[in-house]
């Protein structure tokens, strides 16, 4: 009964319930209940996810700026997140924004990322309990990434518990792994899990230049990373493995 309702809990996610907006002004707190950190909060705009000037950037966000701030009103936006508008590319490898975006052709496109401090790979500078401030001066839209994995991590802990998962525990690596087999499970879009962001080295609420495709394994030199690609084309609607292959 208990894998049944782990199933069931999975299926009844409904990922639109973590998206917040539009508006221009979000204020949340950067919580970390078991200790291994957060997935972090997508920032999203309306648009497509289209490069009709061939820059290697959506052109819907080029030139929006937002800023972060903190409960003193002190500008963190460098330290606690990453500016991305990766636009999708014909290399199957090259990280976009788009392979992260868990609602795809929604009208929306997923352009940065705060306070995903699970990469430890990056230094996303949030501390527990503070009180963030994201503000745009266009309409933007606020997703709790972390509490949507966490939602997904109640199922799992359901599919443990009736067995399902003992041996597919040891042939996959950690909770991306699993989030793979949900997808299988279940036949939702996979998403990318827990922990992987895609660096870009570039200053929330600047205009990004035109940059160099990252391909899967290479892990940036700079500040912030955000992940690695997945095809969407075999399995669907359910966050996995950024490793996994093509």
Request: aromatic share 8%.
């Amino acid at each position: 009964m208990s894998g049944s309702n782990g199933l069931d809990d999975i299926n009844n996610v409904i990922v639109e319930d973590y998206v917040q907006g539009p508006n221009t002004s979000f204020t949340y707190s950067y919580t970390d209940d078991d200790g291994l950190g957060s997935s972090g909060w997508y920032i999203m705009m309306d648009g497509e996810y289209l490069d009709a000037d061939g820059d290697g950037r959506t052109d819907a966000c080029q030139n929006i700026t937002f800023t972060v701030t903190d409960s003193q009103g002190v500008d963190v936006t460098e330290d606690s997140g990453d500016f991305s508008c990766k636009a999708p590319s014909e290399d199957k490898l090259a990280f976009t924004d788009e392979m992260f975006d868990p609602l795809l052709d929604d009208g929306r496109i997923l352009f940065a990322y705060v306070c995903a401090t699970t990469d430890i790979e990056t230094n996303y500078e949030c501390s527990i309990g503070e009180e963030y401030t994201i503000t745009s001066d266009s309409q933007i839209y606020f997703m709790d990434k972390d509490k949507l994995d966490l939602a997904y991590a109640d199922g799992l802990l359901g599919l443990f518990g009736s067995g399902l998962l003992g041996v597919a525990g040891s042939c996959c690596c950690g909770l991306g792994g699993l989030l793979l087999l949900i997808g299988l499970l279940t036949g939702r879009k996979p998403t990318p899990a827990i922990g992987y962001m895609p660096q870009q080295g570039v200053a929330l609420g600047t205009q990004v230049p035109a940059q160099e495709n990252q391909t899967l394994g290479q892990m940036p030199q700079q500040q912030y990373t955000v992940g690695a690609d997945i095809d969407s084309s075999s399995v669907a609607d359910t966050p996995i493995s950024v490793w996994d292959d093509q």
